[in-house]
Nanobody
């Protein structure tokens, strides 16, 4: 499975961005997908996740501002980010799991797309 993120960039506080993650390869094996982010000097954190059935999870810091969806026909995962704050500045990574319920881990990772929010 290969994951390629896009959609990052520079945006002013209060603005919006939509990140995309295109999956290719053995995509039928993908179960849960997620978005992580890592800011300079900080640990990587889970921002949002979505199961194969469409159930979603969001970190408290982004609830009400971010939404996550997946288009199985296009093999693409999305992260819509609204009301962006400077503290959302980070490298955002897409991740995919084959059997998350059993392992609790993500097996595949993208290279990341950078999001910078100016104040």
């Amino acid at each position: 499975v290969q994951l390629v993120e896009s959609g990052g960039g520079l945006v002013q506080a209060g603005g919006s961005l939509r990140l995309s993650c295109a999956a290719s390869g053995s995509i039928l094996s993908i179960d849960r997908m997620g978005w992580y982010r890592q800011a300079p000097g900080k640990e990587r954190e889970l921002v949002a996740a979505i199961s194969s059935g469409g159930s979603t999870y969001f970190a408290d810091s982004v609830k009400g501002r971010f939404t996550c969806s997946r288009d199985n026909a296009k093999n693409t995962l999305y992260l819509q980010m609204n009301s962006l704050k400077p503290e959302d500045t980070a490298m955002y990574y897409c991740a995919a799991s084959i059997n998350y319920d059993a392992t609790g881990e993500y097996d595949y990772w993208g290279q990341g797309t950078r999001v910078t929010v100016s104040s």
